[in-house]
């Protein structure tokens, strides 16, 4: 008789068991397919710089960015931790598809203030034209006034610690960001 007591019991346990692991698969799969990411920036000293948990933002499937790359509104920036002069950075960076960091918006200033280095960025001085332009070729946006110093247009230019552009010797090693749309 208690063979037949047990019975239902084992068969209540093992449906409650397959209910778990089917919740714990859908909850997998819900957070590898929400809408928010967060990452945290890798304190691995060959890929970068140590720094604060950065919440990415809402990405509606843009933000695949690669390993060691941090994915931020729907682009991915990987922030060395060796040092280059420019031309080797701009040509590490080439070599990711990708190119040294160009700033479009205040946003993306905030996400890169909390830096504790100088970084190599892709901001050069035009004679041509006559001005500042990004690699890509953009201007420099007015309303990221950020020049702490009035730059010589005969050397390179550095993102600075307190979210400043300056500049500096093109042969100085500095460590480098690069940026780049995500895959």
């Not at 945290?40 to 890929?47: E, F, P, W």
């Not at 996400?111 to 990004?134: A, C, Q, V």
């Not at 600075?160 to 500049?167: C, P, Q, R, T, V």
């Amino acid at each position: 008789m208690s063979v037949f007591q047990t019975t239902p019991w084992r068969l209540i346990s093992g449906t409650l068991g397959v209910v778990c692991l089917l919740l714990a698969a859908t909850l997998g799969i819900l957070l590898k397919n929400s809408k928010f990411h967060y990452t945290r920036l890798y304190k691995d000293q060959n890929a970068f710089s140590p720094g604060p948990i950065t919440e990415l933002q809402e990405d509606s499937d843009c933000c695949s960015c690669p390993e060691k790359w941090i994915g931020y509104r729907c682009n991915c920036y990987f922030i060395s931790n060796g040092k280059n002069t420019w031309a080797e950075s701009r040509n590490s960076c080439a070599s990711q598809n990708s190119s040294l960091l160009h700033l479009k918006s205040r946003d993306e200033l905030d996400f890169l203030k909390s830096s504790r280095y100088f970084y190599w960025i892709g901001l050069s001085y035009n004679e041509t034209r006559g001005t500042w332009l990004w690699e890509d070729g953009s201007s420099l946006s007015q309303d990221l006034s950020l020049f702490s110093e009035i730059l010589n247009p005969e050397e390179c230019t550095l993102y600075g610690l307190s979210g400043e552009i300056s500049n500096g010797n093109c042969k100085a090693i500095n460590r480098y960001i690069c940026k780049r749309q995500p895959i």
